[in-house]
């Protein structure tokens, strides 16, 4: 390997680090000031989704930065920055995409449907990234995105259990809906490679 080659990677990795740091970052620090400061009443939570208000829905926004206590941060933590990395392998932007598509479809479906009580935490965003990892195989049509598929379905396929009503305290709306987002990116994303990779195709044809 090229020494561009290696600090092209170098340089990729890095940015990866920055982008998944700094939302970790994030929610730690939201968390350290919803229990230090904004306690009680005043409780940062009251900006996650509360269905079916117009006030809850600045819930989409929020939502996936607040979290429950320090438990359920941590549990989101680790699933959050595994999966999220294994988005931007093919493409930094693909994270982006996936997780604006996911917080929006994951977010208004849990504001349709929901429980009367606000849903808050990044669990969302991690069913996104994995319905996105799961299908992105399907869609896309070449071996690595397929091989990933598989890892990720052997890693994390227990998770799916989560979309079902198996606990009240849990918002299993989140899960299902922020699911549906990342297979909703998944198509959008896998039909525009290949048709990308068609056009390229053609383009070599015209050459010859």
């Known amino acids: 390997m090229s020494n561009p080659e290696e600090k092209s990677i170098a340089n990729e990795l890095q940015s990866h680090a920055i982008i998944l740091g700094t939302f970790i970052a994030i929610f730690w620090i939201v968390e350290i000031l919803d229990q230090a400061i904004f306690v009680g009443a005043g409780s940062l939570d009251q900006f996650g989704i509360l269905p079916r208000t117009v006030l809850g829905l600045r819930g989409i926004l929020f939502a996936p930065f607040l979290h ?6 941590i549990a989101n933590t680790i699933p959050f920055a595994i999966l999220g990395w294994l988005v931007m392998l093919q493409k930094t932007s693909d994270f982006f995409t996936v997780t604006a598509i996911a917080a929006v479809v994951g977010g208004l479906g849990t504001w349709l449907t929901g429980s009367p009580s606000y849903h808050i935490g990044a669990s969302g965003l991690i069913y996104g990234y994995f319905g996105f990892l799961l299908l992105r195989g399907y869609y ?9 598929s598989l ?4 890693l994390y396929g227990g998770i799916i259990w989560g979309v079902l009503p198996t606990d009240p305290r849990i918002s299993w709306q989140g899960h299902l809906f922020g699911l549906i987002g990342g297979v909703v990116a998944a198509r959008f994303i896998g039909h525009n490679r290949r048709f990308q990779r068609e056009i390229d195709k053609f383009k070599d044809q015209l050459n010859l």
């Open 151 to 154: 890892v990720v379905l052997f």
């Open 140 to 148: 896309e049509r070449n071996f690595a995105s397929i091989l990933l």
């Open 68 to 73: 429950g206590g320090w438990g359920h941060l």
